[in-house]
């Protein structure tokens, strides 16, 4: 019948060890945060700033308009 070998098990592959890259990547002391280091942090971090400051910023917008007495956004 068939053995799990750990060269079969679900998710194991063959490939190189890249925890020395990744070492060295966040323990370059360059200037950069942690979050903005690896190539595909763009990806992931401008939808959330985008998401973060757009609604702050329509939070406060509607924050104003409804201490001066309107409850709608136009």
């Known amino acids: 019948m068939f053995r799990a070998t750990s060269s079969r098990m679900a998710g194991f592959v063959f490939r190189e060890n890249r925890v020395p890259y990744y070492q060295r990547l966040f323990q370059n ?3 950069k ?3 903005w280091k690896t190539s595909r942090s763009s990806y992931l971090m401008y939808p959330y700033l985008i998401s ?3 609604l702050g910023a329509a939070t406060t917008y509607a924050m104003c308009r409804m201490v001066l007495g309107h409850k709608t956004w136009i």
Do not use: A, E, T
Request: charged share 20%; glycine share 22%.
């Open 29 to 31: 002391h360059d200037g």
């Open 33 to 35: 945060r942690q979050w």
């Open 52 to 54: 973060v400051y757009g």
